[in-house]
Structures are given as C-alpha cells and as structure tokens.
C-alpha cells in the first residue's frame, strides 16, 4: 500500500496541478463519509446520548457542521468568533443539507487558494476536527446496532 500511495504523490500528474486540486479528492471522500454517517443514524436516534458528560448524536452533527462554517470563513479571510449557539436546533435532515453545503463551501474555498503553509495547516485541523468527531459518531452508530458506512 505504501508503494500505491507513494506512487500516487510522487506522479508528473499530480506536480503539474496548481494550488490545492490535488486535496479535492480526499475532501470529496470526507465529505461523502461525513455525510454517510449523518444518514445512517435514524431521525430518532439523534437524541441519542451515551452518557450525560457528551453531546447527541445530532449535537456532534450540528458540532461537524459549524465548525466546518467557522474553518471555511476563518481560511476565507474573515476572523469570527467561535460561537455555535444550541447544537441541539437542527433535525437530521437540516443537519444532512447544513454539512452538505458548509463541505460544499470549505471545497470550494480551498479550490480557489493559493499554496501556502498557514493555509495547509488550517485545511489539515479542519479535517482532523472532522474525523474525531465523526468518529464518536460512528460509536454512537455501534452503540444502537447500527453497522456504520464502511471507511472509505
């Protein structure tokens, strides 16, 4: 696997692409996931909460969401604050449209960047933000047998 991964980065496609187009694939592929787990848990099961001390299922969702809007502003230029309000207000199916289009906008925001170190960094927390707490999402999933979409 190493071979197919290094054989990818290292190919004469890849260096003649310019700025970030060669992250769109793998923010398609996070978005897509993201996505696939906010479906996979029935609209009841967004209540859901293992303990007291963590947030809903939907929470987490309406979690993923804001802070893919605060990234995407934040890396577009603008300096805003963090503050989410009540995770709880949004139903499964406005947090399945709110993280398609914030995903939406994060891509495009990064497809219209210029390289630069500062830049990466802010793209790498905001997918690392995303994968932990997608993450705890798909324990909620086990937590109610629900086999989570597979990894992609």
Excluded at 2 to 13: A, K, P, W
Aim: glycine share 8%; no cysteine; charged share 20%.
């Amino acid at each position: 696997m190493l071979l197919v991964i290094f054989g990818v980065f290292g190919s004469t496609e890849l260096k003649a692409q310019k700025g970030y187009e060669y992250l769109i694939p793998t923010l398609e592929t996070a978005k897509t996931f993201t996505v696939q787990v906010f479906e996979a848990m029935p609209y009841e099961g967004y209540t859901f909460q293992p303990s007291d001390e963590v947030r809903t299922f939907g929470e987490q969702a309406y979690h993923i969401a804001y802070s893919l809007e605060w990234y995407n502003a934040n890396l577009g230029g603008s300096q805003v604050d963090w503050a989410p309000g009540d995770e709880a207000r949004l139903n499964k199916q406005e947090l399945v449209k709110y993280i398609t289009s914030q995903f939406d906008a994060f891509i495009e925001t990064v497809k219209s960047a210029e390289e630069s170190g500062e830049f990466t960094v802010g793209i790498m927390s905001a997918l690392q933000h995303n994968s932990h707490h997608r993450g705890q999402m798909v324990a909620y999933l086990r937590n109610n047998g629900i086999a989570p979409p597979a990894y992609q």
